[in-house]
C-alpha cells in the first residue's frame, strides 16, 4: 500500500505521486489531462525533475 502523497506542480500542470513500499519507488501521473501520462522515481530528490521532465516531453509531443 502506499504510504503518502506528494503533490507537484510545474507549468501550470500539477501531479500526484505516492511512494510505493514494496517497490521502493515513486509513482505518479499528470493530473487535469485527457491522457494518462505515468512518471516513477526512486528518490524524493529526483521526483521534481522527473516530473518537470515528463511535462517538458509533453508538452513537446503536443506542439501543433
Known amino acids: 500500500m502506499n504510504e503518502y502523497i506528494v503533490e507537484l ?27 494518462f501520462i505515468p512518471f516513477v522515481s526512486s528518490t524524493r530528490v529526483d521526483l521534481e525533475s522527473v516530473f518537470e521532465i515528463t511535462i517538458e516531453n509533453y508538452i513537446n509531443s503536443n506542439l501543433y
Open 9 to 35: 506542480e510545474y507549468k501550470s500542470y500539477r501531479g500526484k505521486a505516492s511512494w510505493d513500499r514494496y517497490s521502493k519507488k515513486y509513482h505518479g501521473d499528470i493530473v487535469g489531462v485527457r491522457e
